[in-house]
């Protein structure tokens, strides 16, 4: 069984206006795969529809299984405990997942709280070892979301998403909002820890330089809909509909110009 199964989804706006439709793809343990489209594509919606956090107005149909357990139709507290240890989210703007007003530390206790029972010293050393795991000094459990850098934010926000050892990483354009020169270490550092935790991971992006980094598998959003799916190198060789074509002419006329070497 696929640790992530969504068959049939589709998400629409109460008035019945389609955003995502007829969309299927499986996550096995340990796997990786990409949902890659341009702006407005559905991308986001569809990472928020497999974790049952779709903004209020729209509604989600058809099947996402998380490790067996129905999403679409579940109870909040389903929802919760599938949450943050089947499946955690990283978002596009770290500030999404973080509370202004809290220190970064007790933030990141949070879930070691709420999903692990931990307590006392054995909190405390756990979300020291939390921030150790992402690069960030041990100092930064004292300061506010808004006293760091935003790749030292996101960076805070990665290892809340990993406290609990989640099997399945969700992140939505996870290097996007951030300076350029910090992006490559952020999106290395989400690499390195997938792999070091056996973790699966559902990776969302425009970028498909970015996309082959990380990934091998992708399904190719266009307008709500997949286009295309499998292995990466397979739609790159062989785009097969018009939407792939321009992404992957793009991305190579863009590969050349900066000859990065990334995406043939
Ligand atoms: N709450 C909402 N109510 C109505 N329409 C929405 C809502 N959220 C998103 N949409 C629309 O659904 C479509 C898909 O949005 P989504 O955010 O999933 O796109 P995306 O591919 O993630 O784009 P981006 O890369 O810009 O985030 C867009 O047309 C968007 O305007």
């Known amino acids: ?21 007829g ?8 796997g990786r795969l990409s949902l890659i489209g341009e702006s407005g594509s559905g991308k986001s919606l569809t990472a928020l529809a497999v974790t049952g ?15 067996g357990t129905p999403v679409i139709g579940a109870t909040d507290r389903t929802l919760d405990r599938v949450r943050g240890r ?3 989210v990283v978002f596009q703007e770290p500030s999404t997942a973080l509370d ?15 999903h692990r029972g931990l307590r006392g010293a054995a909190l405390r050393s756990a979300v020291l070892e ?30 809340m998403a990993l406290a609990c050892r989640p099997a399945l990483l969700i992140a939505d354009e996870p290097t996007t909002a951030l300076d350029v020169t910090v992006q490559a270490d952020v999106l290395a550092l989400l690499d390195r820890l997938v792999a070091a935790h056996d973790m699966a991971l559902l990776f969302v992006s425009h970028d498909l330089a970015v996309v082959a980094k990380v990934t091998d598998e992708v399904v190719v959003l266009s307008g709500g809909r997949p286009v295309q799916s499998g292995p990466l190198r397979t739609v790159l060789a062989n785009p097969g509909d018009d939407y792939t074509r321009s992404l992957v002419a793009s991305a190579r ?8 070497g990334g995406v043939s």
């Open 1 to 21: 069984m696929s640790l992530l199964s969504v068959s049939g989804l589709a998400v629409s706006t109460h008035d019945g206006r389609a955003l995502v439709s």
């Open 23 to 30: 969309l299927s793809f499986a996550v096995p343990r340990g």
């Open 53 to 67: 956090l779709l903004p209020p107005g729209l509604a989600a149909t058809g099947t996402v299984l998380l490790d």
């Open 86 to 88: 089947v499946a955690a």
């Open 100 to 114: 202004p007003l809290m220190r970064l530390g007790k933030q990141i206790a949070e879930p070691l709280r709420r």
């Open 130 to 159: 939390a921030l150790d795991e992402v690069a960030l000094p041990a100092r930064v459990a004292r300061a506010y979301p808004h006293e760091v850098s935003g790749g030292q934010r996101q960076r805070a926000a990665i290892a």
């Open 253 to 260: 006329r863009l590969d050349a110009a900066l000859d990065l």
